[in-house]
């Protein structure tokens, strides 16, 4: 009814004004000038005084009413586009100051983001009228505006329209005076809120403390430059008790020497309504936003502390997962065997078993390291992205799986003479199963390990190590437990034959992650891949039967087997055709931030499923929730988009992906629903009702 | 152990074998990767058989307005004549999709090529948008300088003035031939990063 009136108003000022204008060739007053159709908008100046006093501040606003999905540029328009501009044409005593910016909206076109407005923004500017201009007398006000207007395609438009004011006693508009009011108190102002800017290699970490009250959970910082972020990145919330943290990646500005501040808006959420406030990002440091909230659904970055303990924990629980389970299963026996009798023979082999674990971590780490140090973009079970080094595992799975089945026994090497090996007293025994129970672990991710690991791979160097030295002391930690609490050790079975048959069944899960390798390898090499790994297997298998034979003949033969199967998983290559591992997902389609963007214009919700063939994890997820009907379902209902990004294989597109949100691997689950640009990042074991809350945005 | 040594030797070695420069994003001073593109004329080009030449890459849209504005002032066409001359490939790439704006099969770019007067070597069709998305082109025009052992020196905006109105033109400093100065005195490139400026590009899905 308001708008109606106002319509009407409008028209009739118009209509007056124009015959008013056109039959007596004299200056006429309004408020508002004649509107000009530039094409894909309606503009023109209103303003908040019919008339002005001498001496007095006043506004004039550029109105602009845009058709409907199109869109015009903030002060930093984004990736393309140009800004509104006003000139400004004044009579002598009157100025205008700057343009008080509406709060920008992120704007998404394909893989492009821009910082703009829709609808009608109000675009109000400060004028001041001198003392000295003479009541009785008219100043006109004349403005030359021009602006880029885009939907899919992108016109320049611009105007000219003047606007006649009295001057003698101050008169208000109040139709005008109230929209004008209204846009200055939504244009933001610089706060009390503190901010940083800190940039680590290809992270980019804003930091804000002292902040109003509001909801920060969709915040996003508009830089008022270029170069200083990129604007097509998402911005990854993360709220500490005492402020909150925007992650997201550099631009070019950091190559060359920096200012002190850079100045920008941020914006979040109150009541509902969308707010911004003025903020100052000083370079340097990152300010102490406090405690991180529990992460429900965002968080990005960690902190040294709980990434450690992040990594204690999941190394902890790291133990409970299936990867790893047939190996400590063994030592937990050869543990058990000596448990009842000596005590010190039992802690040697614990810390010893702690030694394996924590020096094949570090070496890991170091290979980490040296890697990134190379820029390669690598993440938690990156040597699995290698065929090589899955056909090697599955082989050495193999050949564990025939040593646990008896076929034959380490020891003084293959000489029948020595006890097998992971259950062999001797210190290599303990330190072997230490490391082999880190290399199998590898495929599986526990809970907290996730942000942990994925903090590691950014740290610097020192702490690196020490995050992975958290990851080896929680992984080892039962047995050290075992071995120095005496009630633990006595509620050990008694050793007695059945152990003979419990080794020779843990041969069987052996067997299965074999298998598992071969069927990881035939994803990244193809069946000639999984044709080698065989072949070793054969090979080894003959070498073994060659060994048991007497003569120099058959063991110079067993050698060159023993050399085969070991040189053979090395041949092994990443064929072109790779597959890609949406089955089993009904609808799934490959991951891209293109296609991201995409679906986001089309305001469809997104899942993306960060994935690989050899994450136990992720395998995991997909059984128990992923694949089922009531998922399937939820998807369908909610016209979700399910995108697959499969990490078996190498890709630095990916890895530089999950380095955004603060991981070096997966799985890494994502929801976009159409109430954010940043997505919110779900737990690593997932559930239906995460999925479910996540696609709602609560 | 001399399993568990030759292992770890096999996991190190294999490890260091996929170290390799990541894609996402070509800074400005690293080398460009390799690539096939097809021209107007369908003819398929390697950048690396431009190695030993200089190599000036423009993202252009005919019905961008940014565009316009350096064609209609003869400003993209002056441009690319004083790099040609220079002895540099002039690659005009159009990366829009199918149906978007600016799209054009191979016998349209060559017309408008020619009603433009244009001084490019040739126009690079990139209807899949591969190419733009491998430089992460972001504005019809953006501008990228290759140098003659193909690392990336200059990557941005073709002059200073973000403006679509022709008359600014005049007067602006155009990054591409400042960068092209540079090379030829033997100078690193001042000016090697700026912010692109223009319509986004229209890539499809």
């Not at chain 1, 005076?177 to 209204?182: F, M, N, Q, S, V």
């Not at chain 1, 026994?409 to 230490?434: I, M, V, Y």
């Not at chain 2, 770890?8 to 996929?18: K, P, Y």
Request: hydrophobic share 45%; proline share 6%; charged share 15%.
């Amino acid at each position: 009814m308001r708008k109606a009136l106002r319509w009407m108003e409008i028209s009739l000022r118009v209509l007056i004004l124009t015959l008013l204008t056109w039959l007596l060739a004299m200056p006429a007053f309004a408020s508002q000038s004649i509107p000009v159709d530039t094409g894909k908008v309606t503009a023109s100046i209103v303003s908040s005084h019919d008339s002005v006093a001498p001496g007095q501040e006043f506004y004039i606003a550029l109105r602009t009413e845009l058709d409907d999905h199109w869109h015009t540029y903030w002060r930093n328009p984004g990736d393309s586009g140009e800004p509104v501009q006003i000139d400004w044409t004044l009579p002598e005593g009157v100025t205008a100051g700057a343009i008080h910016w509406p709060l920008p909206r992120p704007i998404p076109t394909g893989p492009i983001v821009n910082y703009g407005f829709e609808g009608t923004p109000l675009f109000p500017v400060k004028f001041t009228v001198s003392k000295d201009v003479e009541p009785g007398s008219v100043i006109t006000v004349i403005s030359d505006f021009y602006y880029l207007v885009c939907k899919d395609v992108c016109i320049p438009e611009q105007g000219k329209v003047s606007l006649p004011i009295a001057v003698g006693e101050s008169i208000e508009d109040i139709g005008w005076r109230t929209e004008i009011d209204a846009a200055l108190a939504a244009s933001p102002k610089r706060g009390s809120v503190q901010g940083a800017i800190t940039k680590t290699g290809a992270r980019l970490d804003m930091s804000f403390t002292n902040l109003p009250e509001g909801n920060f959970s969709k915040a996003y910082f508009f830089p008022y430059e270029q170069g200083i972020l990129g604007h097509s990145d998402p911005q990854i919330v993360t709220r500490g008790s005492d402020g909150l943290r925007l992650t997201t990646s550099p631009d070019y500005i950091w190559d060359d020497p920096t200012p002190k501040t850079f100045d920008g808006v941020l914006t979040y959420e109150e009541g509902g309504a969308l707010k911004g406030v003025e903020v100052a990002l000083a370079v340097g440091p990152a300010l102490d936003i406090g405690a991180v909230a529990a992460p429900k659904a965002v968080i990005g970055g960690v902190t040294l502390w709980t990434a450690i303990f992040g990594a204690f924990i999941g190394g902890l629980i790291l133990n409970l997962m299936p990867c790893v389970f047939p190996v400590i299963s063994i030592k937990a026996l050869s543990i058990a065997k000596s448990a009842h009798g000596e005590r010190a023979k039992v802690k040697r082999e614990a810390w010893l078993y702690t030694a394996g674990v924590v020096a094949t971590f570090m070496l890991l780490a170091l290979i980490i390291i040296a890697l990134k140090a190379g820029g390669s973009e690598i993440g938690w079970g990156f040597q699995l992205q290698s065929p090589k080094i899955v056909a090697a595992l599955s082989v050495l799975l193999f050949v564990v799986g025939l040593n646990l089945l008896g076929v034959f026994e380490f020891g003084s090497s293959l000489q029948n003479t020595g006890s097998d090996l992971t259950q062999k007293s001797g210190a290599a025994g303990s330190f072997f199963t230490g490391a082999l129970a880190v290399i199998v672990a590898t495929p599986c991710t526990a809970p907290l390990m996730g942000p942990a690991v994925g903090y590691a791979f950014t740290a610097p160097v020192i702490l690196t190590l020490l995050v992975f030295l958290a990851l080896a002391i929680g992984f080892a930690l039962p047995f050290l437990l075992i071995a120095y609490v005496p009630k633990l050790l006595s509620r050990l079975p008694k050793p007695g034959p059945w152990m003979v048959r419990f080794k020779e069944i843990l041969a069987f899960p052996m067997f299965a992650a074999a298998i598992t390798g071969i069927w990881i390898l035939t994803q990244q090499a193809g069946a000639n891949g999984a044709f080698i790994a065989l072949c070793a297997m054969l090979a080894f298998g003959f070498a073994i039967w060659l060994f048991k034979r007497k003569g120099a003949l058959g063991k110079a033969l067993g050698a060159l087997s023993i050399l085969a199967a070991i040189a053979l998983p090395l041949t092994v290559t990443a064929s072109d055709a790779s597959i890609v591992v949406t089955s089993g997902k009904t609808n799934a389609e490959a991951w891209s931030s293109a296609r991201v963007a995409e679906l986001q214009a089309e305001g469809r919700p997104i899942f993306v499923d960060f994935t690989a063939a050899w994450c136990v994890t992720c395998k995991a997820n997909e059984i128990a929730v992923l694949n089922k009907s009531k998922t399937q379902k939820l998807f369908k209902d909610t016209n979700t988009a399910f995108l697959v990004a499969d990490w078996t294989n190498k890709d630095d597109v990916i890895a530089a992906e999950l380095a955004k949100y603060g991981r070096a691997g997966v799985p890494l689950y994502l929801v976009y629903n159409n109430k954010s640009v940043s997505p919110a990042i779900l737990p690593q074991v997932l559930s239906h009702d995460v999925i479910r809350d996540a696609i709602a945005g609560e | 152990m001399t399993i568990s040594k030759i292992l770890f030797s096999t996991l190190a070695v294999s490890a260091l074998a996929l170290a390799a420069p990541a894609t996402a994003k070509i800074a400005t001073g690293s080398n460009v990767a390799d690539m096939t593109v097809t021209d107007s004329n369908g003819k398929m080009h390697n950048l690396s058989d431009f190695a030993g030449k200089k190599v000036v890459l423009e993202w252009t849209n005919e019905g961008c307005p940014y565009v316009k504005k350096h064609y209609t002032t003869n400003n993209m066409q002056k441009t690319q004549a004083m790099a040609t001359a220079d002895g540099a490939v002039w690659l005009s790439v159009i990366s829009s999709a199918p149906g978007k704006q600016g799209y054009k099969s191979g016998a349209e770019a060559n017309d408008w090529k020619t009603a433009q007067g244009a001084g490019s070597t040739a126009i690079v069709l990139d209807p899949a948008g591969e190419m733009g998305r491998t430089f992460a082109a972001k504005t019809t025009p953006h501008m990228y300088v290759i140098d003659e052992s193909q690392t990336l020196v200059y990557q941005g905006a073709i002059d200073d003035n973000r403006s679509a109105n022709p008359a600014t033109v005049k007067g602006a400093k155009n990054y591409v031939l400042a960068a092209m100065d540079d090379l030829k005195a033997g100078n690193a490139v001042g000016e090697s990063d700026t912010a692109p400026y223009g319509c986004s590009v229209k890539y499809g899905s």
